[in-house]
T-cell receptor, first 113, second 112 residues
Framework: NAGVMQNPRHLVRRRGQEARLRCSPM?????VYWYRQLPEEGLKFMVY????????ESGMPKERFSAEFPKEGPSILRIQQVVRGDSAAYFC???????????FGNGTRLTVT | GESVGLHLPTLSVQEGDNSIINCAYS??????FIWYKQESGKGPQFIID?????DKRQGQRVTVLLNKTVKHLSLQIAATQPGDSAVYFC???????????FGTGTSLTVIP
């Protein structure tokens, strides 16, 4: 039973480019969460999605960041025109229902040069 | 945002000793708590959870204690092993919420 799959594991982008991070939830999980983690810090909530719906995006920066979880395919976190401050580890988590434990992937480490 | 903090950023223990990792939270409306373990280069891994209608829950070698009066959560690891070395996070969810808030983490180092 595969866990939460994130790809790529490492992503290097130059300033101004776009970054696309993918997340396939665990089988049977329809709730997806994205978190960001800076070195030596905790995880900061970004967005919570269910299939085709954004439920809570209160942690998403107002500009350049977007997320989707289409009916078919993985959830995508998209960062446009990346800046150095976007460098971080981005973790995706999934759960079968809201309010149940989150199962995390191993993250995508984004480096902006 | 919510405040979920930890008393100590680092903790070193001898192999075989018991470890206690503490966590303070600020919102009395928090209803559900989880401890996660994160090893280097990996995502957080679920250890144990507890709901606000309980004050203690035990798993294999781990115990979580919840003191709602002082808004304090602790994770006890019995007979700590080198494989327990990791960063431990507590996470809380509000009764009316739909996301988990994470603390900064405590780095546990087990000395052989």
């Amino acid at each position: 039973n595969a866990g939460v799959m994130q790809n790529p594991r490492h992503l290097v982008r130059r300033r101004g480019q776009e970054a696309r991070l993918r997340c396939s939830p665990m089988k049977g999980h329809s709730h997806v969460y994205w978190y960001r983690q800076l070195p030596e810090e905790g995880l900061k909530f970004m967005v919570y999605l269910q299939k085709e719906n954004i439920i809570d995006e209160s942690g998403m920066p107002k500009e350049r960041f977007s997320a989707e979880f289409p009916k078919e395919g993985p959830s995508i976190l998209r960062i446009q025109q990346v800046v150095r401050g976007d460098s971080a580890a981005y973790f995706c988590a999934s759960s079968p229902t809201g309010g149940s434990p989150l199962h995390f992937g191993n993250g995508t480490r984004l480096t902006v040069t | 945002g919510e405040s979920v903090g930890l008393h100590l950023p680092t903790l070193s223990v001898q192999e075989g000793d018991n470890s206690i990792i503490n966590c303070a939270y600020s919102n009395s409306a928090s209803d559900y708590f989880i401890w996660y373990k994160q090893e280097s280069g990996k995502g957080p891994q679920f250890i144990i959870d507890i709901r606000s209608n309980m004050d203690k829950r035990q798993g294999q070698r781990v115990t979580v204690l919840l003191n709602k009066t002082v808004k304090h959560l602790s994770l006890q690891i019995a007979a700590t092993q080198p494989g327990d070395s990791a960063v431990y996070f507590c996470a809380e969810m509000l009764r009316t919420g739909n996301q988990f808030y994470f603390g900064t983490g405590t780095s546990l180092t087990v000395i052989p």
